[in-house]
């Protein structure tokens, strides 16, 4: 016997009962398919409501929260900022280009609905070890379908990380982040309010790329079109450019009344979605919508991706504004059909009724799982892991070591990636990528963005509640390393099968760990996206709770850079380097050098994170830092050689002593762990001397640990331990090849 | 003995081709109205050793299969003949 | 004195350029839609950075048939001002209105970062400002800059000085590792045989502000404003 | 009539294409020693309205020398014949 229809869009036999229910009768197929894509995963967030909604949402700097396109928050002088990550993992494990061009597409298009004009990019990549040719193959193809999509739109790309690792091989992570400014009044929804306005179409025409895979052979669309009918979507750039144009002389001319960009399931999301909002109904014609192909029908229209497309809400009276504007950049516009009070999305095929659905059931009206959760056995395993089975290496091994770590792919230097990305077209970028947080300027105003995206999905894996937690606190303290106050965050969580308890378990305690860091460092949750599945044959990907951290530096003369400025002045680690053997678990030492993934990281001490990111932000205000650098993976020591590597000419090296971070006080305390254990609550910091008093003061203000360990030197790094012994002595220049070249000798 | 061999490469038919679509748009403001339909493919043409037509062929398709050609969005079309002859 | 930066659809670097000129050089500035015809008031046009129709097919070909372009051919005749950076270069190869074309860079990839050139013809209306083999920082981000001519052009332009500007290193030398996409001899812009029209790969545009990274850039404009307020144009690409 | 054309086009002979050669050295990766030289192209396929395949020729030939092709470059060839038949 046949399958029916519903299994092969994916529903469930009870999800089906459940939709005969609530409908009251059995839907047809074009409803069935309308269902189906919005009670997927991806739009019904079915495994993961429950949970989202215990994050911190609330901030005084908030404008908008969680449920509309991008949160928007408060930035001063009559402006805010839009902002949301979203991922584009699976196209991107299919067709790396293309899932990554339209990835970038998709989230700029969130941003742009909000009313404000796209101006930063960030992307977050996970894969598998660059040793692996498949692995670097996915790798080239996503770094240039962002190069070749991002760069068209004229949107920088300012910043990212790039992370390799075993279990992202068959399952690479694609996040971008998209970042847009606008005035206060200029804000956007997306909200189909208003009984008799006009919903229009706007953009590229509707062909049937997208749609869902399995309804390839589906006698809609006829057996022998499966092959060609592939579930990638191509992007264009070009179109998208006009579109963010032409959307943004309708709203500043205020002729739209509602907007919203149609990501996955099209026109139908896009739909159910605005009059959820307004709690209104929609009634279209889909012989209306500018069509790329031949008899098209409603199920087409209404499930189709195709990319580069808007839904706007229009006063009668502004449909020709509307059309003139669409018309003069180029792109289709249409009058798709209007706004009703029925509470029901109605969808005619040239002319007779095809769907009729209460948006209620379509948005928020799928079933919510609470899943069971287990903890993975590795956790318990891995608490019992003893650092002592790992032999301290010999004082003459450090140097080697971390040339080793600092050529270490997910350490070194990303430069391969970045040098293809437009980082500075809109001449505002003050600091690109390459050197920490992204800082970039609000031209008319002293102010400047500043942008991070963080996680260590190594770190999640083992600890997933400490993982999400530093991942928050290490993004914040990369912001306020620059002088930035951070304000709020955005998330991408990426996952495996929530079905299955470990996962579910890793989940939860990811969104504590998040929520927990969050509310102590008053940066409240906007927005985010969850990607589920992320797994092959039983093999998920580390669970990465990927952080979007906002920040806003209130005058950019006073910005602090990474990177030593000038000889003598002295050095000091602000906040705490533990130092002991638990500060090696989850660590790039313990992965790349005694290749090993064990041990259960600690949680960052939030009270310290929090005094640490005011330090930072009054110490750049003050004008007491001349360099902040953060120490996150390589620990200490790559933060030392960071801080040369970037340092200027004749300030490109140091001489410290790591007595003054009390080795020896703690019996646990090894060389190793001082100098490159992670999960510390630190940052390595230059300034002049006569500045060290002011920094003690207030470090003491905050009850943050101030310890001077030396002082700026020309070219070298030198690391005395506590008994004045050199343990480290590298030529900076050694270092930056280590680094620079870390990649590409990797790949090779 | 060698031959030329040519890989044409294009989208599938349901893929939409941006590159093409803008093309007609300048055709069409040039005035051909008569053009209806503007796909861009790509063309690789490739001098190589072999023992035979047959082998040439084969070799061709190989290397289509595995470099030349992304299953997912594309179909790719091998003509070769003895390198010499006109095309 | 007005600049006009021409905005097509797909330029990206539009308002760089009005910034750059307006705000910072602060001259009189004002952004021309690309199917205009009128070049009526403007002495000088930016063809500005970006990706002119998606640069589909080549890069810049598709522009060349907006309708500013006819009366752009009047305005170059008339020995007014025109400079195409980056995609206004290939726009103005691809016109005819220089010669050469801009190739796919040798590494078959986009490249952005901070380029050092050499001033190679300072009797330009463009970069009188300059001292004569100056060396200058100025960032490029280009996937298609790869210039090329055949010989003989390539000669002509370098003995009729029309070589503005060549990719060196820091101490000034045009070697292989200073070309950042292969261009021939090292050439990053060009004027035309009367002089009042160049097109540059780099992004004068990107440095005129200290806090950008460098202000090397400014002066290609305060020539220009120099130039056109001595009113003494045509002729001057000779050297 | 309905014809389907094909302008190819392609560098002329003396111009170095990175394309082509970073194609072949993968092709050389991939162990395909008998590859001695790779050029890339562009295939445009053009669906037009035309009286005759003459009118549909010169169509295709003006076409190219305007747009399609830069003369500075790229050398064409064009191929036309009645839609509906097979290539
Ligand atoms: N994919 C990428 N795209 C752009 N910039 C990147 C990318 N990956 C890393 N970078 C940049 O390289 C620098 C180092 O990244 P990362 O190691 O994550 O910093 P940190 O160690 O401070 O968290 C940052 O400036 C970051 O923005
Ligand atoms: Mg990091």
């Not at chain 1, 998208?240 to 149609?262: F, P, Y």
């Not at chain 1, 430069?415 to 920490?436: A, F, I, L, N, S």
């Not at chain 2, 084969?58 to 003895?82: C, G």
């Not at chain 3, 160049?198 to 120099?226: A, K, N, Q, Y």
């Amino acid at each position: 016997m046949d399958i029916p229809a519903w299994k092969k869009m994916g529903l469930k036999d009870f999800e089906y009962k459940e939709i005969v229910n609530r409908l009251g009768r059995e839907p047809n197929y074009t409803e069935t398919g309308i269902f189906s894509v919005l009670w997927s995963e991806h739009c019904g967030y079915k495994h993961s409501r429950s949970l989202l909604r215990t994050l911190p949402t609330k901030g005084e700097k908030v404008l908008v929260g969680p449920g509309e396109n991008a949160g928007v928050v408060d930035i001063g002088d009559g402006l805010a900022c839009a902002f949301k990550v979203e991922s584009h993992n699976h196209p991107c494990a299919v067709e790396p280009y293309q899932g990554a061009a339209t990835g970038i597409g998709g989230i700029v298009r969130d941003v742009l609905a909000m009313g404000a004009r796209p101006v930063i990019l960030l992307d977050s990549l996970r894969f598998g070890p660059v040793e692996d040719a498949r692995s670097r193959f996915l790798f080239g193809g996503v770094v240039s379908g962002i190069a070749g999509y991002g760069n068209c739109l004229g949107i920088p790309t300012v910043g990212g990380e790039v992370f390799f690792a075993e279990p992202y091989k068959g399952n690479p992570l694609v996040n971008v982040l998209c970042a847009g400014l606008m005035k206060h009044e200029d804000l956007h929804l997306g909200k189909a309010y208003g009984v008799g306005n006009v919903v229009m179409i706007v953009g590229h025409s509707t062909g049937r790329d997208g749609i869902h895979g399995a309804t390839f052979a589906s006698d809609v669309l006829g057996e022998d079109n499966e092959d060609k009918r592939p579930n990638v979507q191509v992007g264009d750039p070009f179109m998208e450019k006009l579109l963010i144009e032409a959307c943004l002389e309708m709203m500043h001319k205020g002729v739209v009344v509602g907007i919203q960009d149609m990501g996955a399931a099209g026109i139908t999301s896009s739909c159910a979605e605005t009059a959820a909002r307004a709690g209104t109904g929609l009634s279209i014609e889909i012989a209306k919508v500018p069509m790329r192909e031949e008899n098209m029908t409603a199920y087409d229209v209404m499930l189709s991706e195709s990319q580069e497309r808007m839904l706007l809400i229009v006063k009668p009276e502004k449909v020709d504004e509307v059309a003139a504007i669409g018309k003069k950049w180029g792109l289709h516009v249409a009058n798709i059909g209007r706004v009703t009070d029925s509470g029901s999305l109605e969808v005619y095929e040239y002319g007779k009724l095809a769907a009729a659905i209460p948006v209620s059931l379509l948005v928020e009206g799928s079933p919510v799982y609470c899943p069971e959760s287990a903890e993975p056995g590795y956790v318990s395993n891995n608490t019992n892991w003893a650092a002592a089975s790992v032999k301290v290496p010999a004082k003459s091994e450090l140097g080697g070591i971390l040339l080793k770590l600092l050529a270490a792919p997910n350490i070194a230097s990303k430069e391969t990636v970045y040098r293809q990305y437009d980082y500075m077209v809109r001449t505002d970028t003050v600091e690109g990528p390459g050197k920490g947080a992204a800082v970039v300027r609000v031209k008319g105003t002293k102010r400047a963005l500043v942008l991070k995206t963080d996680c260590n999905g190594r770190l999640a894996y083992l600890n997933p509640k400490a993982g999400a937690a530093w991942a928050v606190a290490e993004s914040a303290r990369n912001v306020a390393a620059t002088g930035a106050r951070p304000v709020a965050i955005t998330n991408c969580l990426n996952f495996g099968n929530p079905e299955r308890p470990e996962i579910y378990w890793q989940f939860k305690e990811a969104i504590a760990g998040m929520s927990e860091a969050c509310v102590a460092l008053g940066t409240p949750v906007t927005g985010g996206n969850v990607s589920f599945y992320n797994e092959t044959e039983g093999v998920a990907v580390y669970p990465t709770p990927v952080i979007g951290m906002l920040g806003v530096l209130e005058d950019l003369d006073k910005h602090v850079s990474p990177g030593f400025k000038s000889a003598g002045d002295a050095i000091a680690v602000l906040g705490k380097v533990w130092g002991d053997g638990r500060s090696l678990a989850g660590s790039e030492y313990l992965a790349s050098i005694c290749g090993q993934v064990a041990g259960n990281p600690r949680e960052p001490d939030l009270a310290l994170e929090k005094g640490l990111v005011d330090v930072l932000v009054e110490g750049a205000s003050l004008g007491l830092l001349r360099s902040a650098q953060d120490l996150s993976e390589g620990g200490l020591a790559v933060a030392l050689a960071e801080s040369c590597i970037h340092g200027e000419d004749g300030a490109c090296g140091a001489t410290i002593s790591i007595g003054a971070i009390g080795c020896g006080g703690n019996p646990d305390h090894r060389p190793d762990s001082v100098m490159f254990g992670e999960c510390n609550s630190a940052v390595v910091v230059s300034l002049a001397p006569d500045k060290e008093q002011a920094l003690k003061d207030l470090c003491a203000r905050h009850s943050v640990p101030l310890a001077v360990l030396g002082q700026v030197g020309s070219d070298k790094l030198v690391v005395k331990d506590c008994l004045g012994g050199e343990i480290i002595s590298l030529a900076t220049a050694e270092m930056a090849d280590a680094w620079r070249n870390g990649i590409p000798r990797a790949a090779k | 003995m060698k031959f030329m061999g040519t890989v044409t490469v294009a989208l599938k038919e349901g893929i939409f081709d941006p590159q093409g679509a803008a093309v007609k748009g300048s055709l069409d403001a040039l005035g051909y109205a008569q053009v209806q339909r503007v796909r861009m493919g790509k063309d690789i043409v490739i001098a190589l050793e072999a023992a035979s037509i047959e082998e040439a062929n084969s070799l061709l398709d190989e290397m289509a299969r595995k470099l030349l050609a992304n299953p997912v969005t594309e179909v790719y079309r091998i003509a070769v003949q003895e390198a010499g002859e006109r095309p | 004195m007005k600049f006009g930066v021409i905005v097509f659809p797909g330029s990206n670097c539009d308002t760089d350029a009005h910034h750059a000129i307006k705000d910072v050089v602060g001259a009189d500035c004002e952004f021309i839609w690309h199917d205009g015809v009128d070049l009526q008031g403007f002495d000088a046009v930016v063809l500005p950075g970006g990706f002119s129709y998606g640069d589909y097919l080549r890069s810049g070909a598709l522009a060349r048939f907006s309708r500013i372009m006819s009366s752009l051919y009047e305005f170059i005749e008339k020995g007014r001002l025109v400079i195409g950076i980056c995609n206004g270069f290939q726009i103005l190869t691809e016109a005819g209105l220089l010669p050469g074309q801009l190739l796919s860079n040798d590494v078959l990839e986009f490249r952005c970062k901070w380029v050092n050139l050499r001033v190679e013809n300072a009797k330009t209306p463009f970069t009188s400002l300059y001292r004569p083999r100056e060396v200058l920082r100025m960032p490029i981000a280009h996937h298609d800059g790869n210039y090329y001519a055949e010989k003989d052009v390539l000669d002509d332009l370098e003995r009729s000085g029309q070589v503005v500007l060549r990719y060196v290193d820091e101490s000034g030398n045009p070697t292989a590792e200073a070309n950042p996409n292969g261009a021939a001899r090292n050439i990053a812009g060009i004027v035309n045989k009367k002089g009042n029209v160049l097109g540059l790969m780099p992004h004068p545009e990107r440095c005129v502000e200290t806090i950008l990274g460098g202000e090397d850039g400014r002066r290609i404009f305060l020539s220009m404003v120099d130039s056109l307020s001595k009113g003494t144009l045509v002729g001057k690409g000779r050297s």
